[in-house]
């Protein structure tokens, strides 16, 4: 009994210090936004790799999410004769929830284990103490380029994946389900009013900070050598993609009260 | 009375760390139940040599981590060129790190920069030097350290002794006055070691850095402790130190968390300490 005690207070101790330090890194992150000094060519290679070096990979869970969603749709709207109105429900769910929720779950798999590989392998090498040696915060170095392309690009690679989504649900429609080309489009349109538009663009602001920054959290948190550094990366995806469905019920929740 | 006021005040003995270039005073860390360091204080003095020795985990290159900043001692004070670090801000570690240089173990350098973008971080980075002087200063840290030809390699692409020496160079290229040396020489054959360590020592002898070598390389220990650098016209030569020089580098032995020794080259090997006696054997 007392062993798992002690096991508990230990658990609980650990959780705590973790949520703190994940709270320092925000402060410490908000601070490098607005203060100097400010390493602009890393933001600017990190919109790179975070913008252009996922748009593959959003575009191909975009296309084949709204493809999907007609075809499955389709089916089911047959049944009350209403086929023609596939393109409403493709629009709704891809910019409403699919569109942020997917393109936030292939960032968290895609930057997530990529900034904690990336971080954890500098910690373990000694790079991180390095940088500080040499007079440079990592905090405005590393977390604030990536923070900042990540709440930059989540949104924009959503757009482009609600945008991908809703031409392969038309595409769907026309070539299979027979739908007129003009209905779907107009029936897109129909449904979408601006609450729609607010909720898919800041559902992926939020996500992207998320993604991002427990990312940057377990990489700097790494230790244990290179074992570490796959266990690092394997709780960032973990951490992450549990974010991502996390966080978007409650802003959600919180969006259709403000919104709606 | 008011004479004698201004008396005590003239003979109120300064900080110990104030003219030196580090100073520990009574220093003291533990991480949960383990003691790492128990009441250590040592001098380093401008152009001077220290060289901790010391088993695996003694604790040696927490001391340099110490110097930096990167920890904080428990107890004690550290003090760097007249300034009192252990009480610093972050951003006031910043402007002490300008005086400190550090070779990490395995050289720690940037796999996704060049060999001269990591030679000349600092620079790049963190000062307003025109990027062409930057470019020649890193050029001639390079040809200090016999690497001119490797400007435009990656760090994958280099030796370990060559990583050192890029290491060695990235330290010394914003020219600090003290640089710190963590384990350069392990995993090195004694060629390429021979080699680092007279890097160590014409920046010593010839740019006056002080220097502290944290190693438990013995040959390489004394290699540094023993040899000087001199300039004969155009060409550097490492000679057999004079005994002024020989002074001038001490050890410091590391046992348990505790200074077990403290002395020049002669005095350690002529230590009957039994410890001292098998570290040397």
Redesign the interface.
């Known amino acids: 009994m007392t062993r798992v005690l002690t096991w508990f207070e230990e658990w609980i101790k650990a959780a705590v210090l973790e949520v703190q330090e994940y709270m320092r890194l925000q402060g410490a992150t908000l601070r490098g936004m607005v203060s100097r000094p400010f390493y602009f060519h890393d933001v600017v290679e990190q919109f790179d790799l975070i913008g252009i070096g996922s748009l593959t990979v959003v575009l191909l869970t975009g296309f084949f999410t709204g493809a999907v969603l007609a075809l499955q749709t389709g089916a089911t709207l047959d049944q009350f004769g209403a086929r023609p109105f596939v393109g409403r429900l493709v629009s709704a769910s891809m910019i409403r929830e699919l569109g942020p929720a997917l393109t936030g779950l292939m960032l968290a798999g895609r930057i997530g284990s990529g900034i904690a590989a990336e971080l954890g392998s500098m910690v373990v090498t000694d790079q991180i103490n390095a940088l500080r040696a040499l007079g440079t915060d990592p905090v405005r170095k590393l977390v604030v380029p990536r923070v900042l392309a990540g709440i930059v690009m989540t949104p924009v690679l959503t757009v482009v994946a609600d945008a991908v989504g809703i031409v392969g649900g038309w595409l769907i429609s026309v070539y299979q389900l027979r739908v007129a080309s003009s209905l779907y489009w107009s029936s897109v349109m129909d449904v979408l009013y601006i609450g729609d538009v607010w909720m898919g663009i800041i559902k992926p602001f939020i996500l992207g900070y998320a993604i991002v920054t427990i990312g940057c959290h377990v990489g700097l948190r790494t230790t244990g050598g290179t074992q570490g550094v796959g266990r690092a990366t394997t709780n960032a995806v973990v951490a992450a993609s549990v974010a991502v469905i996390a966080v978007d019920f409650f802003v959600t929740r919180l969006l259709l009260t403000l919104l709606y | 009375m008011d004479t004698g006021s201004r008396g005590a005040a003239v003979l109120e003995p300064s900080p110990p760390g104030e003219t030196a270039a580090v100073a520990f005073d009574h220093v003291s860390l533990a991480f949960d139940d383990k003691v790492v360091l128990r009441d250590v204080s040592f001098t380093l003095q401008p152009g001077h040599t220290k060289i901790i020795l010391g088993a695996s985990g003694s604790g040696k290159s927490t001391i340099l981590?110490l110097i930096?900043g990167?920890l904080r001692p428990d107890g004690g004070e550290v003090w760097v060129g007249g300034s009192r670090v252990d009480t610093m801000s972050?951003v006031e570690l910043?402007r002490v790190?300008?005086r400190?240089g550090?070779v990490?173990?395995?050289g720690?350098?940037?796999?996704s920069l060049t060999v001269a973008e990591n030679v000349g971080?600092?620079l790049y980075?963190?000062s307003d030097l025109p990027l062409d002087e930057v470019a020649r200063r890193v050029e001639e840290v390079l040809a200090y350290v016999g690497l001119s030809d490797y400007l435009d390699r990656m760090p994958s692409e280099l030796s370990g002794g060559q990583r050192r020496r890029v290491a060695i160079a990235?330290a010394m290229c914003f020219k600090p006055p003290t640089l710190l040396y963590d384990e350069a020489t392990t995993g090195l054959d004694p060629i390429t070691a021979t080699t680092v360590d007279q890097e160590v020592v014409k920046l010593r002898d010839l740019e006056s850095v002080s220097s502290i070598v944290v190693t438990h390389q013995l040959r390489d220990a004394f290699f540094v402790a023993t040899h000087e650098a001199v300039r004969r016209g155009s060409r550097i030569e490492i000679v057999a130190a004079d005994a002024q020089k020989s002074e001038e580098a001490e050890f410091i032995m590391l046992k348990d968390g505790l200074v077990g020794f403290e002395g020049n080259a002669a005095d350690l090997r002529a230590s009957t300490d039994p410890y001292i006696r098998t570290f040397l054997s």
């Open positions: 981590k930096l990167l972050e910043m790190r300008n400190l550090m990490f173990q395995e720690a350098l940037f796999d971080y600092k980075e963190e990235r």
